[in-house]
């Protein structure tokens, strides 16, 4: 499994992840095997927050004997993240999810309390070691810039936004910035939270040929487009053992440029919308 250097931390983790919003609504053994499957084909960056329902508590099952291979992301509510707030919320998460550490805690999306209390509480637990990291997520420029201005450089470890080859919004300044400031790039929903591309469209027509080039899916050639640019990470979700290892081979694959371009042309990013858009 191909890995990058994720952001801050400098920590090499895999480019190609695991979501687990909506898990719980699957059968408890299939998420927890799917998880599981993940993990052992090099899928290690779980990605998770205290809003996914019974998520945290599942993942905390596929993780109780591997603990130590997984980069473990938790999210905290806007709601929560006064600077106490985000020591309960993290502690309620460690509790559910059965360990002693987040690798990396992320505001789920800016809100109504101030910046400088959510990063007071984020360095609280950072020094207290029950986080190793932290960052943010749904944050664009002008929300970076401000975080950037109160946390310093070298302290957000990644920004996670929606990336897919019909939302390509954030190429053009978020992603700029991210790489600029060394901020690791984490895409979520990547097959569009389930609404992929007709394979009767054009664009699903190409995503079928280069899947086909390479002997493998069009769900891969999606993710490794997403992630072809330095700093990117993606995190598909599958309750799935069969789905989950094909989503992991996308780390192998490496797209030509003829490719890419051709991928380009029929997912356009578009023009820059007003606001970072968000599910
Ligand atoms: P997604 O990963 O874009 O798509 C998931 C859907 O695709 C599910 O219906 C899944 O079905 C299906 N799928 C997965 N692999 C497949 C394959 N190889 N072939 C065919 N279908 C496949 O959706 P997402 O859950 O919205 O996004 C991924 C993760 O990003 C979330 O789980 C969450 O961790 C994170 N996220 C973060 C935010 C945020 O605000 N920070 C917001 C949304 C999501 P099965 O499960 O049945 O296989």
């Known amino acids: ?46 990605d998770t927050a205290e809003m996914y329902g019974d998520a945290e508590a599942i993942v905390g099952v596929a993780i109780a004997d591997c603990r130590e291979e997984v980069f ?13 707030g985000v020591g309960r919320a993290c502690e309620a998460s460690l509790r559910r999810l059965g360990t002693d550490r987040l690798d990396c805690y992320l505001l789920h999306w800016p809100g109504q309390h101030p910046l400088e209390e959510t990063f007071a509480g984020f360095e609280d637990l950072r020094r207290a070691g029950k986080i190793l990291s932290w960052g943010v ?14 946390a310093g450089p070298d302290r957000i470890a990644c920004n996670q936004v929606l990336y897919h080859l019909n939302e390509r919004a954030i190429e ?12 690791a790039m984490v895409g979520y929903s990547p097959f569009g939270s389930g609404d992929f591309p007709d394979p009767a469209s054009p664009g699903g027509r190409v995503l079928r040929q280069v899947a086909d080039a390479h002997g493998t899916t069009p769900y891969a050639v999606a993710l490794a487009f997403l ?11 599958s309750v799935r053992p069969a789905r ?36």
Not at 172 to 183: D, K, S, T, Y
Not at 227 to 237: A, D, E, N, V
């Open 72 to 84: 473990l992301v938790s999210k905290v509510v806007p709601g929560n993240a006064t600077r106490r």
């Open 244 to 279: 989950t290892l094909e989503n992991a081979k996308a780390a192998d694959l490496q797209l030509s440029p003829a490719e890419i371009a051709l991928i380009d042309a029929h997912f356009p990013r578009g023009p820059r919308p007003r606001m970072l858009p968000m599910l």
């Open 137 to 150: 997520s749904n944050f664009d420029v002008g929300d970076l810039d401000r975080a950037l201005a109160i």
């Open 172 to 183: 053009h300044a978020v992603l700029p910035w991210c790489e600029r400031q060394g901020v």
């Open 1 to 46: 499994m191909y890995r990058r250097s994720f952001g801050a931390t400098r920590v090499p983790v895999p480019v190609i992840g695991q979501g687990t919003w909506h898990i719980d609504g699957a059968d408890r053994t299939d998420a927890v095997r799917a998880l599981r499957a993940g993990i052992d084909a090099g899928m290690t960056h779980i």
């Open 227 to 237: 992630t072809r640019l330095p700093g990117t990470f993606t995190i598909p979700k």
